[in-house]
């Protein structure tokens, strides 16, 4: 029981580092270690280490964008406190996680899985392991670590698209200038247009996205474009009219930088 609260209090004290909005808040970065069971740069903290009382050690691990773990295994299971940044996740056999800062990743006894640095992001961790050594296994592939990447892309264009919905139904026509590319198209059911006069529309309020309910989203990328297809029921205004219609309808981002610019968005609707 003494032990238990004694790890509670110290996760506890780790987490509340957050709250000062730095990246190394409590301990040094630690020693860049040798690239023997990673790929990239990787820097360790070893907080506390285990003894005969205490049966797991504690230590921060920083990795730079794309720098990843090796498959590996804890034969005594390990927990990961997200504290900066964004990586990636995956169990043999099983789809990659993309986790950020404030996920806990319990990583179960005996499981093969390895875990990164996003592509392009640096990720931090407080891990809390038990003692037996780490079976360290095969490097992560390229076509592995690909996957992640997709994984991460398709979770941040499947969260722009739900929040394109809610900024539409808030007509905040602000953040959707900032979204919608110079040249995007619209097709309604009632006509096709472009950027400029879709804006002019939702600011006057002749169409009004008062509220889209999303019941299936999937997302396919090519290259540097994605394509998104919603299958939603939409509670619209239209000329002072409520209407609610299901649709299915696509969006297209492009990637322009850093940033995803949505090139057109097309209603279908459906019949039923």
């Not at 820097?43 to 720098?67: Q, R, T």
């Not at 964004?86 to 990583?107: F, L, M, P, S, T």
């Amino acid at each position: 029981m003494v032990k238990a609260k004694l790890l509670a209090i110290f996760l506890l004290a780790s987490l509340s580092s957050n709250l000062i909005g730095q990246v190394h808040t409590i301990y040094p970065k630690g020693n860049k270690t040798d690239n023997v069971n990673h790929t990239g740069d990787v820097w360790l903290h070893h907080v506390s280490k285990s003894d005969s009382i205490f049966n797991y050690s504690i230590a921060e691990a920083s990795f730079a964008p794309g720098a990843k773990l090796n498959w590996h295994i804890h034969p005594g299971g390990q927990q990961l406190i997200i504290t900066d940044g964004v990586g990636y996740y995956q169990e043999r056999g099983k789809a990659v996680n993309v986790v950020k800062k404030g996920d806990v990743i319990k990583c179960q006894p005996g499981v093969e899985h390895w875990h990164g640095a996003s592509h392009d992001h640096e990720f931090v961790y407080i891990g809390v392991t038990e003692k037996t050594p780490t079976k360290w296994l095969e490097k992560v592939s390229d076509a592995e670590y690909n996957s992640a990447i997709s994984a991460n892309i398709e979770k941040d264009i499947t969260e722009l698209s739900r929040m394109k919905w809610q900024w539409m139904a808030d007509k905040d026509v602000t953040k959707l200038q900032d979204l919608f590319h110079q040249n995007s198209e619209f097709v309604h059911m009632g006509g096709t247009w472009g950027k400029e006069q879709e804006i002019n529309i939702i600011q006057s309020g002749n169409i009004w996205y008062k509220k889209a309910d999303i019941h299936e989203v999937s997302v396919k990328i090519l290259g540097n474009t994605a394509i998104v297809y919603n299958r939603i029921t939409l509670l619209a205004v239209v000329g002072g009219n409520e209407v609610t219609n299901n649709f299915m309808v696509t969006e297209v981002y492009v990637k322009e930088g850093d940033n995803w610019k949505m090139g057109s968005m097309s209603f279908t609707k459906l019949i039923n």
